[in-house]
């Protein structure tokens, strides 16, 4: 239905940035919020930022002023923008997408296959 490709992580040193893509395709209709988790070795996966359709953003405390999303509606992608990394932030970095697919007009959630960050101090 909605195949979502991740892409951006690697690994950088503390201070550094990095900037991940999340692009949907498939059978998508519309596209509503979308967001990053993330989960780090032995912790639970944790909402790291979110973007609506009109923009709206949201940020977990832990990353508020430091990482930045932004969505492009026309390529149906979401961007996460991480400046001043702390080896804290280190964890497999997830998007989620809530998207109205065409095959039964209703909303689902889907999720990207995770890519990497690494933070080393």
């Known amino acids: 239905q909605v195949q979502l490709m991740e892409s951006g992580g690697g690994l950088v040193q503390a201070g550094g940035s990095l900037r991940l893509s999340c692009a949907a395709s498939?059978?998508?209709?519309?596209?509503?919020?979308m967001d990053w988790y993330r989960q780090a070795p032995g912790k639970l996966r944790e909402l790291v930022a979110s973007?609506?359709?009109?923009?709206?953003?949201n940020y977990a405390d832990s990353v508020r002023g430091r990482f930045f999303v932004s969505r492009d509606n026309a390529k149906n992608t979401v961007y996460l923008q991480m400046d001043s990394l702390k080896p804290e932030d280190t964890a497999i970095y997830y998007c989620?997408?809530?998207?109205?697919?065409?095959?039964?007009?209703?909303?689902?959630?889907?999720w990207g296959q995770g890519t990497q960050v690494t933070v080393s101090s």
């Open positions: 989620n997408v809530h998207a109205v697919v065409t095959t039964t007009s209703l909303l689902n959630s889907f």
């Open positions: 498939g059978s998508i209709r519309s596209i509503m919020n």
């Open positions: 973007i609506t359709l009109g923009g709206r953003t």
